[in-house]
């Protein structure tokens, strides 16, 4: 029997890793293979994940993040496979999906490479299952997003080859290194990945390297695989662009080195992405503020007008219209940040807080410096208009975005399960404990009966009748392959999916291709995730950051090392790091935050605390964080700061 290698290079994504591993078990219960999972140096545990769950599972454990190339190298040059499946952590593949496609290469002994029909988290089609050669023409068009406008052009979009059917089978140039079928002898042949390109790109340089030798690529439309995108680095950010952009010139120079062109325009492309991130993610940012300061502005113009024509005694100056409503304005909109009114859920208390403050930080300092002292009453209504318009915009926005006036979101979102009975008990718990806003409705079965909403062809009129937003889908009762087929066929609707995989304590899914995944389990509702936290805890770096250097003279003699005091003061306004964080080693799916200068357990005098007690430490921290808990760390620990 054949012998088959799967390599998943895995880089903290430890619930998807669980989750496809549980797949390539099934995929190849008829099959003699191996499965070998690298970890690239995670923090979540991952290789303890798999240590500990799927012991017949070889793992190479890095001690530092090598980059996907290496990895997979390191994998291939162990693997005894005649054949090599390069997959990643963040699929979920058909129960027959690697016997399909390895019958079809044994079958095609011209063909090197075979790849699959890809679909996201929602079931929408991943075009990038199927490419063309990213020539200089090819590449022009996509950059130019003529493919976008001719979808099914093998002219205009090539990059994609729109022109070919996706649920067939077709050769193609390129395969995405996401599920990608290779012979082992061809490998031998044309080497291995190149390991110039850390991440991205070096499947496309693989494909075009085994065309070279003579090769094919093959896509098989008919097999299907999620694949959720993102989860081991947030697309389409900045650092993403970067990243990105850096193994493309690499490309470009190895592969089209002698179009004159090519380069020159590819790298003033890559600044001109960089650029139109940066505007699209400041446009995000600052788009809510920037209306409402305009809307504001335009609205106390409009009552100081109006009270200077009628009842003041002389008219306002223009210093204090061109300047000081402004400024006004931009303390409010500040203080309102800070309260918390741009977090969501939204929540009126928080925009009175930000009022408030707000008016009283402004009437402070107009009764203490005569030159920007004027009217109270402009100051005292304006406070109220401020306050008025600012929730009116938000019921404007949900009404805009969701045609409905929750701008508080205290709806709970509606859960189905498709599942058992036995499956609903279990889902139900960790959606409880999990303490999102969230509500199990009830479970679809095959046939309907013993207490299901219905059977699988009443799905349709029980979302609608429920108003369900979510669909989750128990990979113990119902096959991944079944599963794939449900998410297409709801993938033209507004519902969001998650998969509740056997013997796990986790939900997970994938809503958008740009942002990392979202789970529901035990412990993924930190008070540490919350917005909020997350910025009180940097507004308190950056306040003792600031009240520690005008004491530096003083404090940096109480620490081991002065100079490292003041290394870590600046590292920490400096964004690199944090007063407080996670002790490295426990990071578990806790809550991403930056480097710690000082650990939740520093401040305790035993040096001997087992592991799975700094562990249960660190939970406790991010799990009811509160500013008090940095504070209470941080002076017990100034000895430390160096």
Same mark, same amino acid.
Request: hydrophobic share 45%; aromatic share 14%; glycine share 4%.
């Given at each position: 029997?054949?012998?088959?290698?799967?390599?998943?290079?895995?880089?903290?994504?430890?619930?998807?890793?669980?989750?496809?591993?549980?797949?390539?078990?099934?995929?190849?219960?008829?099959?003699?293979?191996?499965?070998?999972?690298?970890?690239?140096?995670?923090?979540?545990?991952?290789?303890?994940?798999?240590?500990?769950?799927?012991?017949?599972?070889?793992?190479?454990?890095?001690?530092?993040?090598?980059?996907?190339?290496?990895?997979?190298?390191?994998?291939?040059?162990?693997?005894?496979?005649?054949?090599?499946?390069?997959?990643?952590?963040?699929?979920?593949?058909?129960?027959?999906?690697?016997?399909?496609?390895?019958?079809?290469?044994?079958?095609?002994?011209?063909?090197?490479?075979?790849?699959?029909?890809?679909?996201?988290?929602?079931?929408?089609?991943?075009?990038?299952?199927?490419?063309?050669?990213?020539?200089?023409?090819?590449?022009?068009?996509?950059?130019?997003?003529?493919?976008?406008?001719?979808?099914?052009?093998?002219?205009?979009?090539?990059?994609?080859?729109?022109?070919?059917?996706?649920?067939?089978?077709?050769?193609?140039?390129?395969?995405?290194?996401?599920?990608?079928?290779?012979?082992?002898?061809?490998?031998?042949?044309?080497?291995?990945?190149?390991?110039?390109?850390?991440?991205?790109?070096?499947?496309?340089?693989?494909?075009?390297?085994?065309?070279?030798?003579?090769?094919?690529?093959?896509?098989?439309?008919?097999?299907?695989?999620?694949?959720?995108?993102?989860?081991?680095?947030?697309?389409?950010?900045?650092?993403?662009?970067?990243?990105?952009?850096?193994?493309?010139?690499?490309?470009?120079?190895?592969?089209?080195?002698?179009?004159?062109?090519?380069?020159?325009?590819?790298?003033?492309?890559?600044?001109?992405?960089?650029?139109?991130?940066?505007?699209?993610?400041?446009?995000?940012?600052?788009?809510?503020? *920037? =209306?409402?300061?305009?809307?504001?502005?335009?609205? &106390?113009?409009?009552?100081? +007008?109006?009270? %200077?024509? !009628?009842? @003041?005694?002389?008219?306002?100056?223009?210093?204090?219209?061109?300047?000081?409503?402004?400024?006004?304005?931009?303390?409010?909109?500040?203080?309102?940040?800070?309260?918390?009114?741009?977090?969501?859920p939204f929540r009126i208390n928080r925009v009175a807080r930000g009022v408030i403050f707000g008016l009283l930080v402004i009437a402070t300092f107009s009764n203490f410096f005569n030159t920007i002292r004027f009217s109270r009453v402009i100051i005292i209504v304006g406070g109220v208009?401020?306050?008025?318009?600012?929730?009116?915009?938000?019921?404007?926005?949900?009404?805009?975005?969701?045609?409905?006036?929750?701008?508080?979101?205290?709806?709970?979102?509606?859960?189905?399960?498709?599942?058992?009975?036995?499956?609903?008990?279990?889902?139900?718990? *960790? =959606?409880?404990?999990?303490?999102?806003?969230?509500? &199990?409705?009830?479970?679809? +079965?095959?046939? %309907?009966? !013993?207490? @299901?909403?219905?059977?699988?062809?009443?799905?349709?009129?029980?979302?609608?009748k429920h108003n369900i937003d979510e669909v989750v889908f128990a990979s113990s009762y119902i096959s991944f392959k079944e599963i794939i087929k449900h998410l297409?066929?709801?993938?033209?609707?507004?519902?969001?999916?998650?998969?509740?995989?056997?013997?796990?304590?986790?939900?997970?899914?994938?809503?958008?291709?740009?942002?990392?995944?979202?789970?529901?389990?035990?412990?993924?509702?930190?008070?540490?995730?919350?917005?909020?936290?997350?910025?009180?805890?940097?507004?308190?770096?950056?306040?003792?950051?600031?009240?520690?250097?005008?004491?530096?003279?003083?404090?940096?003699?109480?620490?081991?090392?002065?100079?490292?005091?003041?290394?870590?003061? *600046?590292?920490?306004?400096?964004?690199?790091?944090?007063?407080?964080?996670?002790?490295?080693?426990?990071?578990?799916?806790?809550?991403?935050?930056?480097?710690?200068?000082?650990?939740?357990?520093?401040?305790?005098?035993?040096?001997?605390?087992?592991?799975?007690?700094?562990?249960?430490?660190?939970?406790?921290?991010?799990?009811?964080?509160?500013?008090?808990?940095?504070?209470?760390?941080?002076?017990?620990?100034?000895?430390?700061?160096?």
């Amino acid at each position: 029997m054949t012998k088959l290698s799967v390599i998943i290079v895995s880089y903290n994504v430890k619930f998807f890793l669980e989750q496809c591993l549980r797949s390539c078990i099934k995929a190849t219960q008829n099959l003699e293979a191996e499965i070998i999972v690298v970890d690239n140096n995670s923090v979540d545990e991952s290789a303890e994940m798999v240590k500990e769950k799927f012991s017949n599972i070889k793992l190479i454990h890095n001690k530092v993040n090598v980059g996907f190339s290496k990895a997979n190298n390191q994998a291939i040059l162990k693997a005894k496979g005649d054949f090599i499946l390069l997959l990643n952590p963040d699929t979920l593949v058909e129960e027959d999906a690697f016997e399909k496609s390895l019958l079809f290469m044994k079958q095609q002994k011209e063909v090197g490479a075979v790849g699959v029909q890809m679909i996201d988290g929602k079931g929408v089609f991943l075009d990038e299952s199927k490419r063309g050669i990213p020539d200089f023409k090819t590449s022009l068009f996509k950059f130019l997003g003529l493919h976008k406008i001719f979808p099914k052009s093998k002219y205009f979009n090539h990059y994609y080859l729109g022109d070919l059917e996706k649920d067939k089978r077709h050769e193609v140039d390129i395969l995405v290194g996401a599920f990608m079928l290779l012979r082992k002898s061809v490998l031998d042949e044309v080497g291995l990945l190149d390991e110039q390109f850390f991440m991205y790109w070096e499947d496309t340089d693989l494909c075009m390297r085994i065309r070279e030798k003579g090769y094919k690529n093959y896509y098989l439309g008919d097999i299907k695989i999620i694949h959720y995108k993102g989860e081991s680095n947030k697309r389409h950010t900045l650092s993403f662009t970067i990243g990105f952009n850096k193994s493309m010139l690499a490309f470009v120079k190895k592969h089209f080195s002698k179009h004159l062109l090519f380069l020159p325009l590819i790298k003033l492309a890559t600044i001109v992405k960089a650029i139109m991130v940066l505007i699209r993610d400041f446009i995000k940012t600052f788009s809510l503020p *920037i =209306i409402d300061f305009t809307s504001i502005l335009f609205a &106390l113009l409009l009552l100081t +007008n109006y009270w %200077g024509e !009628n009842y @003041a005694p002389y008219p306002f100056s223009e210093t204090f219209t061109k300047w000081l409503i402004p400024s006004y304005i931009t303390i409010w909109i500040v203080s309102l940040f800070f309260s918390g009114a741009y977090d969501k859920p939204f929540r009126i208390n928080r925009v009175a807080r930000g009022v408030i403050f707000g008016l009283l930080v402004i009437a402070t300092f107009s009764n203490f410096f005569n030159t920007i002292r004027f009217s109270r009453v402009i100051i005292i209504v304006g406070g109220v208009l401020v306050f008025t318009l600012f929730v009116t915009l938000r019921f404007l926005y949900r009404i805009l975005t969701h045609k409905d006036f929750d701008i508080a979101e205290k709806r709970a979102l509606n859960l189905l399960l498709v599942s058992k009975k036995s499956e609903f008990k279990r889902a139900e718990e *960790i =959606i409880t404990n999990s303490k999102h806003n969230t509500k &199990l409705i009830g479970y679809l +079965n095959e046939k %309907g009966g !013993n207490g @299901a909403l219905g059977s699988f062809s009443d799905m349709d009129s029980i979302i609608k009748k429920h108003n369900i937003d979510e669909v989750v889908f128990a990979s113990s009762y119902i096959s991944f392959k079944e599963i794939i087929k449900h998410l297409i066929s709801l993938s033209a609707t507004s519902l969001n999916f998650k998969i509740l995989p056997e013997n796990s304590h986790f939900l997970i899914g994938s809503n958008s291709r740009e942002t990392l995944g979202d789970y529901y389990c035990p412990d993924s509702n930190w008070e540490l995730s919350k917005t909020s936290n997350k910025r009180n805890k940097r507004v308190l770096d950056i306040f003792l950051s600031f009240l520690f250097l005008i004491f530096a003279p003083i404090l940096m003699w109480y620490s081991s090392s002065p100079t490292q005091f003041l290394k870590n003061i *600046i590292s920490i306004l400096r964004a690199e790091k944090t007063f407080v964080g996670f002790n490295k080693k426990y990071e578990s799916h806790f809550p991403n935050i930056r480097k710690g200068v000082l650990m939740p357990t520093s401040h305790l005098k035993s040096v001997n605390i087992d592991s799975k007690e700094v562990r249960n430490i660190n939970m406790r921290y991010a799990k009811d964080y509160s500013a008090r808990k940095d504070l209470f760390i941080i002076f017990k620990c100034l000895n430390q700061l160096g």
